[in-house]
């Protein structure tokens, strides 16, 4: 399979680096939106970003410019990856979660896109639905919880201060506290969603 340079990042709700973006101005949203803190957005939108070592937000007019897709296979990522996104929410919706956003990597194989990444907690925002409030830093159940850890710390500074730098970020060592729990949840949020236990 053959990645495509683009990740396919569609949201549902208002966090994450789209806040700070919108309030730069980089990013438009349609009139009527709620930009109150983890406020659910009037439609899922697709927010893509090109894939490399720090991702760049991208429209439809940069990746085109970039060549990173043709305009026909970036309409099929853009619809795809919603359908996909309003699926999972749904299914997420039903085991008691919001799905606040997600990232879908797609490929070429045999001439046809396809999906060609996992799906799980490194590549969306979930949220319990009982502990859902608009207007705070929602409660994770992906890897948010490492994000957080990591900026709390310092280390999303040394990261990014290293990388603008050209040089490889250390990686810190992880407290045992923040690995048990980032497992007991992606632990639960597998068995909700699936019905399945480990």
């Not at 969306?124 to 994000?147: F, M, V």
Request: charged residues 30%.
């Amino acid at each position: 399979m053959k990645m495509l340079p683009i990740e396919c990042v569609v949201r549902g709700y208002f966090y994450g680096s789209l806040v700070g973006r919108w309030k730069k101005g980089d990013v438009m949203l349609p009139n009527g939106t709620n930009t109150t803190l983890a406020a659910k957005l009037l439609e899922p939108i697709f927010d893509p970003t090109t894939k490399s070592e720090h991702d760049i937000p991208i429209n439809k007019t940069k990746a085109l410019e970039m060549n990173l897709v043709t305009e026909e296979q970036y309409a099929w990522l853009e619809k795809t990856s919603i359908d996909i996104y309003k699926k999972m929410s749904t299914l997420a919706d039903k085991a008691g979660f919001i799905l606040a956003d997600l990232k879908l990597e797609f490929g070429i194989l045999d001439g046809k896109i396809t999906l060609g990444d996992s799906i799980g907690p490194d590549e969306y925002r979930l949220w319990p639905k009982d502990s859902y409030k608009i207007g705070q830093t929602q409660e994770a159940y992906d890897k948010q919880i490492l994000r957080d850890w990591l900026t709390e710390q310092g280390y999303q500074k040394q990261f990014d201060d290293a990388r603008d730098a050209g040089k490889e970020p250390i990686a810190p060592t992880i407290p045992k506290d923040i690995i048990q729990k980032m497992t007991q949840r992606y632990v639960t949020a597998y068995e909700k969603l699936t019905g399945h236990s480990l």
